[in-house]
Nanobody, 122 residues
């Protein structure tokens, strides 16, 4: 089964930037898509962005369009989430997940990392 590990979170002021990394291992052809989700305290886990390994097609939640960019490097089995113009409402634990399809429902992803905390101060 694919293993997933996130890194790159931290504390940043509003308007700042962070780049999250997601390293994978044991990936197979069934793990065709990678996604980022986030979860704020007392809130449900929500979709942020997703990308396909083959072709690089991407999809974003409205909350991140124009500010977040998801990318991947197949040779390194790594996915990144570049986050610019961060807002306090972007605060939460960010999770990377692997799945067979590029979907927005967390239930469609079977492999998850432990998460990395992102805190945006006002």
């Amino acid at each position: 089964q694919v293993q997933v590990e996130e890194s790159g979170g931290g504390l940043v002021q509003a308007g700042g930037s962070l780049r999250l990394s997601c390293a994978t291992s044991g990936r197979t052809s069934d793990d065709a898509a990678m996604a980022w989700f986030r979860q704020a305290p007392a809130k449900e886990r929500e979709f942020v962005a997703a990308i396909r390994w083959i072709g690089g097609r991407t999809v974003y939640a409205d909350s991140g369009k124009g500010r977040f960019t998801i990318s991947r490097e197949n040779a390194k089995d790594t996915v990144w989430l570049q986050m610019n113009s961060l807002k306090p409402e972007d605060t939460g634990v960010y999770y990377c997940a692997a799945g067979s399809y590029m979907r927005k429902n967390p239930a469609d992803y079977l492999a998850w990392g432990q998460g990395t905390q992102v805190t945006v101060s006002s």
